[in-house]
């Protein structure tokens, strides 16, 4: 089994939807982050979370919240769905020295 | 935000040739990360790398961190079809915990 689970891998929703994206680990690692993917532009970092009780703003959080239910789930949600947030989204955890980030298989979401 | 500077963006290449490419930064780093991603799977690591002037070898792929902190690359020798993919490069500083990706190198190797 996949150490990083994404669910759904595949979403299509309709603009103003409210949908969520999950994420859960084994890895046992404390930290926890989204990142979206648009091609050429690399991985962007959208949220993060250092611990249960932590959450943090990356560089393109507006329009998306997260949720960090417990150690092992971090999910992401789109209050209302809008066609420029389709794009493939990852998650991905890393222990406390936060080094090595160890990656979902990623969710594609596409917005019409 | 902040981003790498990676090159080059692409590379089609014939099996058997060698590949480099690089990644360059305005800020001083203290860890070399590179990922592959396969088409439809999340970014796999390769190499890290901690030091400066550190070189280390994974099979037919070598990295290098930069002696001024601020790059680092990656060979790939010997090239073969399962090669094919997308390599980022991400970095670390000292003052800050969060990876900063490069913008990605894909990759085609034909036969």
Known sequence: DADVTQTPRNRITKT???IMLECSQTKGH???????QDPGLGLRLIYYSFDVKDINKGEISDGYSVSRQAQAKFSLSLESAIPNQTALYFCATSDFAGNIQYFGAGTRLSVL | GQQLNQSPQSMFIQEG???SMNCTSSSIFNTWLWYKQDPGEGPVLLIALYKAGELTSNGRLTAQFGITRKD????????IPSDVGIYFCAGLSYNTDKLI????TRLQVFP
């Open chain 1, 16 to 18: 103003g939807k409210r």
């Open chain 1, 30 to 36: 404390d930290r926890m982050y989204w990142y979206r």
């Open chain 2, 17 to 19: 040739e060698d590949v």
């Open chain 2, 72 to 79: 680092s690359f990656l060979n790939i020798s010997a090239s």
């Open chain 2, 101 to 104: 990706f490069g913008t990605g």
